[in-house]
């Protein structure tokens, strides 16, 4: 009956022990749960649970374990703003079912309503506005709204899954120090934090080489030893270091801890082809595309492959369909380099330069 009154008892009794110092950074923010419901806690606690799993199936358990919680109580911010996460969650591991936008920003304006000062709603209300920025192809809008969120930070701890977000986009920006302090401020109180671990492997790799990642990768590994993200992580981390072989187990058991995510497929496929083992590679890239519902992302790795191979008659196929998707903004990063690199030679080999 008493159990959120003990909760707060207990974060005030650490929070006196832990001093001033480090709270006058952090803060310890409100104490107990947005409910009074119990059973709403509960299933909202069982929600975040499958939440840090990040699988593509626990993430679809953990939308309905929120939406119970929501259920049981309507009023509860905290599940509404965990929905909310839960949909950006699926769209960065590219489930293809990522959610309604539009439910997410209801959530968050039910939030404001409520209570304007949320900083964790006006931060999701930010990047909710990013995301519909980029869907709009102004990259400098997205931009802007950005900036902003990152200056959300200097009000409070906010939100942990975006400031690792905000600190990637910093070092997107070539700003890896700002990024390196705004995740500093935060594993301070919170070490074993996978999000900012992963912000930071990202950071130390993009500004001191492949090697510096490994530290912290392992270390989320240790928090999380079946978390898809850090498994993909520390594979792509070993084909940089050219351990082909502890990168493929990476991969080979990512696939089998979130064996409805069809990307590791194609990494190995992608790797096996790159190391010239076209007929290993074939089988992979079969599963591949009976498991893959995107057809344009089966099509980008069969130029991938294609071109690894040196496939002329493949390329001369397959690369002039997709020039419409990479100018529309559908295609982007290594595939459209591998695209764009392709044309020009199947352009210069046409004599069509």
């Known amino acids: 009956d008493d159990i959120f009154a003990i909760q707060d008892e207990i974060a005030e009794d650490v929070a006196g022990m832990l001093g001033s110092q480090l709270l ?71 489930v293809r079912d990522q959610g309604d936008p539009e439910e997410s920003r209801q959530w968050v304006e039910e939030v404001l309503a409520v209570d304007p000062t949320n900083l964790e709603a006006r931060q999701y209300e930010i990047r909710l506005r990013v995301n519909e920025a980029r869907a709009a192809m102004d990259v400098a809008a997205g931009d802007v709204l950005m900036q902003e969120l990152v200056e959300t930070f200097e009000e409070g701890k906010g939100d942990t899954f975006l400031r690792s977000i905000a600190s990637n986009w910093l070092v997107s920006k070539d700003r890896p120090d700002e990024a390196l302090k705004l995740l500093q401020e935060a594993l301070v109180s919170d070490p074993l934090n996978v999000n900012l671990l992963l912000a930071q492997a990202i950071l130390l790799r993009d500004r001191d080489g492949p090697d510096a990642a490994e530290q912290p990768l392992k270390t989320a590994l240790t928090v999380q030893p079946d978390n898809p993200e850090i498994l993909r992580r520390l594979g792509i981390l070993e084909f940089a270091r050219w351990e082909v072989i502890d990168g493929l187990r990476y991969m080979r058991k990512l696939e089998l801890v979130d064996p409805l995510d069809p990307q590791p497929t194609a990494e190995i496929a992608a790797t096996l082809t790159e190391v010239g083992l076209y007929e290993a590679a074939a089988l992979w890239m079969a599963d591949y595309r009976g498991r893959q519902q995107d057809r344009g992302a089966v099509i980008n790795l069969e130029i991938q492959t294609a071109s690894e191979r040196g496939d002329e008659e493949a390329l001369e196929r397959i690369v002039p369909s997709r020039l419409a998707g990479m100018f529309e903004g559908r295609i982007a990063g290594e595939p459209a380099q591998i695209l764009l690199r392709e044309y020009a030679v199947i352009m210069l080999r046409q004599g069509r330069a």
Do not use: H, M
């Open 24 to 94: 006058a950074a952090n803060g310890i923010g409100n104490l107990g749960p947005a409910t009074a419901d119990v059973n709403a806690y509960d299933v909202y606690l069982r929600g975040l649970e499958q939440q840090a799993v990040g699988s593509f199936e626990a993430l679809s358990s953990a939308e309905d374990l929120l939406r119970q919680s929501l259920a049981l109580d309507p009023s509860f911010t905290d599940a509404k703003l965990a929905l909310v996460r839960n949909n950006l969650l699926k769209g960065f591991a590219q």
